[in-house]
């Protein structure tokens, strides 16, 4: 098939069947980001001190999250993939593996973020917040556990084009926190105010919740039945393990590095002044919004090109790939759009500061500018992630963000004397440089069929 030629009724019929699959998707998405803002909210009207921990902690808790998400990305692809090759009879024996995976990844959150103190130490936090960001970070750790789990269960059901589940229990997240965290950080029903403690307890008591409710509908609902999910007992498979391994811990590595790189970038911007600082967060918070499109838009091309690899469809591979990716742009230029027209206008409805409006806006046209390679490279990568083909895809990810991005942004920052701008302009160029790369890997990959190679051996060779 030619990619420039396609057939039109099956590019709408692709595209039809992403859309479907994303938006529950790009919803959920919304409100995870919704929690961040609900703790914000809370933490500010009960003190900036408050407000100051939450904010301190929550960026160590989301490495954590990012860590347990990349890790657990490894089973859309894997049950999307049986899904498609008609082998629903086996996607019972991956889950249970995931949940063995996703209970040892919880455990291992939840003693690292136990153990940040020397991290908080290194950032240099200010002496006077450490205790209640430690705080928040104990309480808020017991949450690990049901957040790995969740996400094997959102991975499981999102496998199977089952995208709505993922926004009914997000959303169902975002409505229990609002409750818990405004009686626990504020002391109401005969409660003490517990300040930053309480936000990390209402974080993990609604994450336990959200996990329960997502086990029990995956349990009891007519749309799982027959995947024999808990049918029986079953110990580590370490094969099995290995295999989702393989294709997790290359996501995790790769969210790091995105992740670390904006967190960088945060606590280099923090050394230029509040106003700069408030500006940055200003521009932060509006593309991290509108980042949860092409979010969204991922994931479902990732199931929908694993669906593609399992069925052993070539020119399926490359339809759900390269329209899932035209799709993604087409999302983009709405956003550049908005961003490059209305800066002044977006900043204003978060500040009526001049000097941080006027900084914020120049940010926001920045963040314009790099909606198309941002949005290139996450599909792209989705597309790859579709294909189980993580380990180049996270080679590529550190080399253009912490090689290309950071220096050439610290070089703009500091040595051309363009501050924020700077940082911001290198996360441009890192962005840029990733989507070229890895939009070409999945070129390549895709034309070349390259991953037949993911197949099992006799499957492939069958196929062959």
């Known amino acids: ?17 992403t859309v479907r699959l994303a938006i529950p998707l790009i919803l959920a998405q919304l409100a995870a980001v919704g929690s961040n803002v609900i703790d914000a909210v809370l933490s500010g009207h009960v003190g900036a001190h408050v407000l100051g921990a939450v904010a301190v902690g929550a960026s160590i808790w989301s490495l954590a999250i990012v860590s347990g998400i990349g890790m657990m990305m490894a089973v859309p692809p894997s049950v999307a993939q049986l899904d498609g090759a008609g082998r629903r009879g086996e996607v019972g024996a991956v889950f249970r593996q995931a949940l063995w995976l996703a209970l040892a990844m919880g455990a291992l959150l939840w003693f690292a973020v136990r153990h940040a103190g020397p991290l908080i130490d290194l950032i240099g936090v200010t002496p006077s917040l450490r205790d209640d960001v430690l705080r928040f970070l104990f309480a808020i ?7 790995t789990c969740y996400f094997a269960l959102r991975g499981l059901s999102e496998g199977l084009s089952l995208t709505r589940p993922s926004m009914y229990f997000g959303f169902g997240g975002l409505l229990l926190l609002i409750p818990l965290g405004y009686v626990l950080m504020f002391g109401k029903l005969g409660i003490p105010p517990q300040g930053a403690h309480g936000c990390g307890i209402a974080t993990a008591t609604a994450l336990w919740l959200e996990m329960t409710g997502f086990a029990v509908y995956v349990m009891k609902h007519r749309n799982y039945r027959g995947l024999n999910l808990l049918e029986h007992f ?7 393990i290995a295999a989702l391994l393989h294709v997790g811990a290359p996501m995790a590595v790769t969210l790091l590095a995105e992740g670390g790189l904006f967190v960088a970038t945060a606590l280099i911007i923090s050394t230029l002044g509040e106003d700069v600082i408030a500006s940055h967060q200003v521009a932060l918070n509006v593309a991290t919004l509108f980042f949860m499109v092409p979010l969204g838009l991922a994931m479902a091309i990732t199931v929908r090109v694993g669906n593609a690899v399992g069925r052993g469809d070539a020119s399926g591979v490359r339809y759900a790939g390269f329209c899932g990716i035209g799709l993604t742009l ?17 900043a204003t409805l978060y ?5 941080v409006i006027a900084l914020a806006a120049q940010l926001i046209v920045l963040a314009g500018l790099f909606q198309f390679s941002d949005g290139i490279q996450v599909a792209s990568n989705g597309a790859l992630r579709g294909l189980k083909d993580t380990r180049m895809p996270m080679a590529i990810t550190l080399f253009a963000y912490w090689c290309v991005g950071m220096p050439a942004g610290w070089w703009l920052a500091f040595h051309r004397g363009l501050g924020a701008r700077g940082m911001w302009m290198g996360l441009i160029a890192g962005l840029s440089v990733a989507a070229v790369l890895l939009f070409t890997r999945f070129w390549r990959s895709a034309r070349g069929e390259r991953w037949r190679s993911h197949l099992p051996m006799a499957e492939a060779q069958a196929r062959a």
């Open 1 to 17: 098939m030619n990619p420039f030629r396609p057939e039109r009724a099956r590019v709408r019929h692709e595209i039809g069947a």
């Open 141 to 147: 750790s017991w949450g690990a556990p049901a957040l």
């Open 234 to 240: 079953e110990w580590p498979d370490w094969r099995r």
């Open 330 to 346: 087409a999302s983009q230029m709405v956003s550049a759009a908005l961003m490059l027209a209305l800066p002044h206008f977006i």
């Open 351 to 355: 500040t009526h500061d001049g000097k």
